[in-house]
């Protein structure tokens, strides 16, 4: 995610005008229109939701095998009503998801779903790709391969689980430097620039011979490890990566053994593949609920059947306040974007969330298909509602 901008009066501001303007923002088309190509980066507004929920039919994949059982949730006998103003316009669950395009949004509370909707084609048994929220799932993993012992300590070189970054930028970078995106190593975020490195790490997807961990290795530092946030998609790849030459198995099976089938996840999920490495840093795609089943079994402190499958304190380390963003008051943790309060998100570029209050026990899960891969105003349009739903509960 970009995090060049504030939260500011502007931001109040951006969601008046969106909520006063009678013509709603431009809206995409629905998942059974054609598929699209090209960078996905770049595609048409029109077939994001097609694309967005048939992933595996695009790209090579790996399936994360779902268990015998499958995890329940209870179900609220009455929808809860979501109501609020934005500068004097009535705005509820509808409005939102019709402003910011959202395809599937899902509320739960203390394990039972309060609401769950859908939109332009979208439904319960199918697919959505995560984007970044992938990441959170990637820095889990870490907390589970420290607990299995795979990786000694969150304070090991990165280079000792990829020795292709030996010489580079990376020496000196720790796993918690990386988990924390302050690697210091230089990397160009910018989804809108063709030029940018999250844009031309496309090309090396692509390329059967691609070397990602050349890619990153001929980087070079900025700052010193540790020491300032920025965001860099390409080492949560590179964490990806790290996982699965610590443990000896593909990320996709690591996540199926520790989480997916013993938690009761109700449906395989699949990961986005480059030569075969799951990437870590973005294209996981499950259903609706299994994103919101992730978020109660983050919340759990990674409980299954009794005992966690996360080192002590994992959780409220993971998602404390480790390093300012510049994005307002939000800091971030490991791989999750940290509030103040104590809650936190995992978040994906076109507007997908995973929100967490814990002293609520709160989750609301909202799959996107927005104009833009990252503004300011959409973001504004989100935390309105999460303000509403926040006040709907108590």
């Given at each position: ?5 504030k939260?500011?009066?502007?931001a ?14 431009p809206s995409?088309g ?9 960078n996905?980066l770049?595609?048409?507004l029109?077939q994001?939701?097609?694309?967005f929920s ?14 015998d ?9 009455t ?12 705005m509820?669950?509808d ?11 899902l ?15 979208f ?37 000792r ?17 990386m988990?924390?995106m ?22 090396v ?12 290795a ?24 790290l996982?699965?030459n ?5 990320m996709?099976q ?6 997916w ?21 973005s ?34 380390q ?5 390093l300012?963003?510049g994005?307002?008051?939000v ?8 509030n103040r309060?104590g809650?936190y998100?995992a ?16 989750i ?20 309105a ?10």
């Amino acid at each position: 995610m970009r995090i060049f901008m504030k939260r500011t009066a502007l931001a109040a501001l951006a969601i008046a005008i969106m909520a006063a303007t009678p013509s709603a923002p431009p809206s995409p088309g629905w998942v059974d229109g054609p598929l699209p190509e090209g960078n996905i980066l770049f595609w048409p507004l029109a077939q994001r939701p097609a694309g967005f929920s048939h992933m595996e039919d695009i790209y090579p994949t790996a399936i994360v095998r779902r268990g015998d059982q499958v995890k329940s949730f209870a179900v609220a006998p009455t929808e809860l009503k979501v109501r609020y103003t934005v500068a004097g316009h009535p705005m509820n669950s509808d409005a939102f998801m019709a402003a910011n395009n959202v395809a599937g949004l899902l509320i739960i509370r203390d394990g039972t779903i309060l609401l769950e909707r859908y939109r332009f084609g979208f439904g319960p048994t199918m697919r959505w790709t995560s984007f970044s929220t992938a990441k959170s799932v990637t820095s889990t993993l870490v907390g589970a391969a420290i607990q299995d012992g795979y990786i000694k300590s969150i304070d090991d070189p990165v280079s000792r689980y990829i020795p292709g970054l030996t010489g580079s930028a990376y020496d000196g970078v720790s796993i918690r430097h990386m988990m924390m995106m302050s690697s210091g190593v230089k990397w160009d975020e910018d989804y809108e620039d063709p030029a940018a490195d999250a844009s031309k790490m496309k090309a090396v997807y692509d390329d059967p011979k691609g070397d990602m961990v050349a890619y990153m290795a001929a980087l070079p530092r900025v700052t010193e490890p540790g020491t300032k946030f920025h965001y860099n998609t390409g080492d949560s790849n590179m964490l990806g990566l790290l996982v699965a030459n610590a443990t000896g198995r593909p990320m996709a099976q690591y996540l199926s053994e520790k989480i997916w089938a013993p938690y009761g996840m109700e449906a395989d999920a699949a990961w986005v593949t480059v030569q075969g490495q799951a990437l870590g840093g973005s294209s996981l795609s499950m259903r609706l609920r299994d994103f919101g089943r992730f978020g109660q079994f983050f919340l759990d402190n990674g409980v299954i059947n009794g005992r966690s499958i996360l080192p002590d304190g994992w959780r409220d380390q993971a998602t404390g306040h480790l390093l300012p963003t510049g994005w307002g008051d939000v800091g971030y943790g490991y791989q999750w974007w940290a509030n103040r309060d104590g809650s936190y998100r995992a978040l994906g570029i076109f507007g997908q969330m995973i929100f967490t209050d814990p002293k609520t026990r709160l989750i609301v899960v909202a799959l996107s298909a927005w104009p833009r891969a990252d503004a300011q105003e959409t973001y504004a349009v989100e935390d309105a509602y999460l303000a509403a739903v926040r006040k709907a509960i108590q």
